[in-house]
């Protein structure tokens, strides 16, 4: 304490002293003064209470805890599960679809072409022909033997057909046989207006006075078969005759 009271005798301490105080003052005196007022022109901020809402947060519900397997337990049952998990069945294999075809325009199927009506066929533009050797199998005796593979076995050559004549026709009964049998693709052979064979069946296949004969309209021709001239809706039969004709209605005298 005497050495305290020694340094405040001192010039020294008065010094401190006093700027102390003065020190002291100006802060007293700056606390002390009141708050400026806001002016009209320059407002003060305005301060907006606030609430702050309080969030509870639910406690953490204790979990049981999971005893940790062995290493060899686990290993075990990760091997089984993934053993299990494979699937053995081979992968299907992928559908192949078509390449679609794209186009600038639209596929339009093409019209149906007309069908032309059928011409109706009558007798006035037809005439009927056939070819037979049916009266061979009445001879078979005279026949020749070799000509078997030939022969049909209903005498038929060529059934009775319709035969379309062409307009203002003059074809003869010749010309209607060769014109007939080149269409069909039948055998035929002649000279002038004899006819010595027709499908391979030539005269004297079946006796003496056996070959082929030309009848119209149920009659006999006595004369060549060039000598007549086509009627529409005439029956024209070529026949094998074994009798000089009578075996199919000929009256030669």
Not at 5 to 17: N, Q, S
Not at 176 to 194: C, P, V
Not at 235 to 253: H, M, N, P, S
């Amino acid at each position: 304490m005497q050495k305290l009271r020694a340094f405040l005798r001192t010039g020294k301490a008065k010094i401190i002293i006093a700027a102390l105080c003065v020190a002291g003052a100006l802060a007293a005196g700056f606390i002390m003064q009141p708050a400026p007022k806001p002016s009209a022109e320059f407002p003060g901020p305005t301060l907006t209470p606030t609430m702050t809402a309080v969030v509870e947060t639910p406690e953490p519900t204790p979990t049981a805890a999971v005893p940790l397997q062995p290493t060899e337990t686990f290993a075990a049952t990760h091997t089984a599960t993934n053993t299990s998990a494979i699937n053995t069945t081979p992968p299907a294999a992928p559908l192949s679809m078509p390449p679609l075809l794209v186009t600038d325009k639209p596929t339009v199927p093409p019209a149906p072409k007309p069908t032309p009506s059928p011409t109706p066929v009558s007798n006035a533009s037809t005439c009927r022909f056939t070819i037979r050797c049916d009266t061979i199998f009445n001879n078979m005796s005279m026949f020749n033997k070799k000509k078997l593979p030939v022969l049909p076995a209903d005498g038929v050559i060529l059934a009775e057909t319709r035969v379309l004549l062409t307009e203002n026709s003059k074809e003869n009964a010749l010309d209607l046989l060769k014109r007939i049998t080149r269409e069909n693709k039948i055998h035929m052979d002649f000279t002038g207006d004899y006819i010595s064979g027709i499908g391979n069946l030539y005269e004297f296949d079946c006796g003496p006075i056996s070959g082929w004969i030309c009848r119209v309209n149920g009659m006999v021709l006595s004369y060549g078969s060039s000598g007549y001239t086509v009627q529409p809706g005439d029956l024209i039969e070529w026949l094998y005759t074994c009798d000089l004709g009578r075996d199919v209605g000929a009256d030669f005298k």
